[in-house]
């Protein structure tokens, strides 16, 4: 189970990771395996975040 503190670093890095992608994106184009890259792992690490909130709206 994530603590208070591993969200709020969780969701930081979904933030940087979003900048990176949309700064990597405008220089490369969205198609670029770079960019398809950074949006995979964005898409886990949002997919997590979300698991974590669905198990804790239950407690």
């Excluded at 770079?34 to 974590?52: G, T």
């Amino acid at each position: 189970m994530m603590n208070l503190k591993d969200l709020r670093v969780l969701r930081g890095s979904i933030n940087e990771d979003r900048h990176s992608m949309y700064k990597l994106a405008e220089k490369r184009g969205i198609s670029d395996s770079q960019v398809i890259k950074v949006s995979q792992k964005l898409d886990r690490k949002i997919i997590l975040l979300q698991k974590v909130i669905y198990d804790n709206q239950f407690l």
